[in-house]
């Protein structure tokens, strides 16, 4: 099954809302093109997931990733510099389970957006690494965030958060508990 829905028409068409939902499901990913607005973008978000408050969002719940060079923890990718790999929203007890991720202009050099299956790697991690797995869920495993941030686990079945798979269609693939 192809990740990608490059007709941009049908992406917009609610119809297609099912196919992206079960493209999400099964592969994690979905690739599309065609958006042409931060209007538009909304309404397409809006029609695959709850769009959350984010501090550094505007009020239609785009957060614009623009070199402002604010300084200090929790800035980082508001600079030119390299990421790590990291789960947005990782600072808050209920991190999103979906995002959408929009290039408005191509970088002249670097840009690139390194993406993890983590459907796979808590596969992996289930059929080889099961003690760290388990270690993985264990309460107040890790510390998110910066100064107000939280202890908690690092994987989480997604029914003890109270979502349900129209929340994060990404997050279905956690297994309901941890490995014993």
């Not at 099912?18 to 042409?36: C, H, M, N, Q, Y």
């Not at 191509?106 to 840009?111: F, K, P, Q």
Request: aromatic residues 4%.
């Amino acid at each position: 099954m192809s990740l990608a829905i490059a007709a941009s028409h049908r992406f917009r068409d609610p119809s297609q809302q099912p196919r992206v939902v079960a493209l999400l499901r099964d592969e994690g990913l979905v690739t599309f093109s065609g958006i042409t607005d931060r209007t538009e973008l909304a309404a397409v978000a809006g029609r695959l997931m709850a769009i959350r408050p984010h501090r550094d969002a505007d009020p239609d719940g785009v957060t614009m990733i623009t070199g402002t060079r604010t300084a200090g923890p929790g800035y980082a990718a508001f600079t030119d510099a390299e990421l790590i790999p990291h789960t947005d929203g990782s600072s808050v007890p209920d991190p999103p389970g979906l995002l959408l991720l929009a290039c408005q202009q191509l970088a002249d050099e670097g840009g690139a957006t390194l993406v993890a299956d983590g459907a796979r790697i808590i596969g992996t991690l289930a059929s080889q690494h099961r003690d760290a797995l388990a270690a993985l869920y264990a309460p107040r495993t890790a510390f998110f965030g910066i100064a107000g941030g939280h202890l908690g686990p690092v994987c989480e079945p997604a029914e003890a958060r109270g979502q349900d798979a129209a929340d994060g269609p990404a997050r279905a693939s956690i297994p309901d508990s941890p490995p014993r």
